[in-house]
């Protein structure tokens, strides 16, 4: 059971996707820890649960903030919660491993309110664009991130950018599934704008891992 207000991403395919990448990294035990869009908090939650000796989750939203608190809070687990955008919230802290499940669905505007936890510009790389220039400052030596997001979002240009940025980077776990409501009412201008083929009603998921060394 999570405590999740109006307005915080529901854990689903993707959380989970990540969740079993983060497993097989591993996390180091006694590493630090940082969850970036913690949303509800809960791969904090797992990062502490696989032996991380320090767990930081950030959001931009106050209600994941204090959502993400009140989880891990409720199962023990001390991690520290910060509101604010993963770009500037952390200053030169460095961490061992980074997860990430950023919103990254195409919309037609930047999210607004609620919808910022799924709605990620034009591309969906609003926040992802952000991620990649920020991942090779926010990871230690041998530290690891991983991220999620939909191949809607062109998977090719978060490995450019991560690569660019002197990161080792590639796609290390896959999955395929249906639309979800979000996807499946806006399809028609998906199509539209060629993010997705026509009748298109499903999408593949991808964990991209990227390594500093």
Sequence with gaps: MLIRPPGVYRPQADTWLLARAMRDAPVPRGGRALDACTGTGVLAIH?????????????????????AWLNSRIRGIGVEVVRGDVATALGD??????????PYVPSAHPGRGHTRAWD???HGRTVLNQLCGRLPTLLAHNGIGLIVHSAVCDPDRTLTQ???????????ARAIL?????????AAWLEATGLIGPRQRHEELVVIRADRI
């Design 178 to 186: 249906p639309f979800g409501p979000v996807m499946r009412g806006r």
């Design 47 to 67: 990062a502490a649960l696989a032996g991380a000796a320090s767990v930081t989750a950030v959001d931009i939203s106050r209600a994941a903030v204090a959502s």
């Design 93 to 102: 802290r460095r961490f061992d491993v980074v997860v990430a499940n950023p």
């Design 162 to 172: 991560l690569r660019g940025g002197g990161l080792k980077a590639a796609i290390v």
């Design 120 to 122: 990620a510009g034009q």
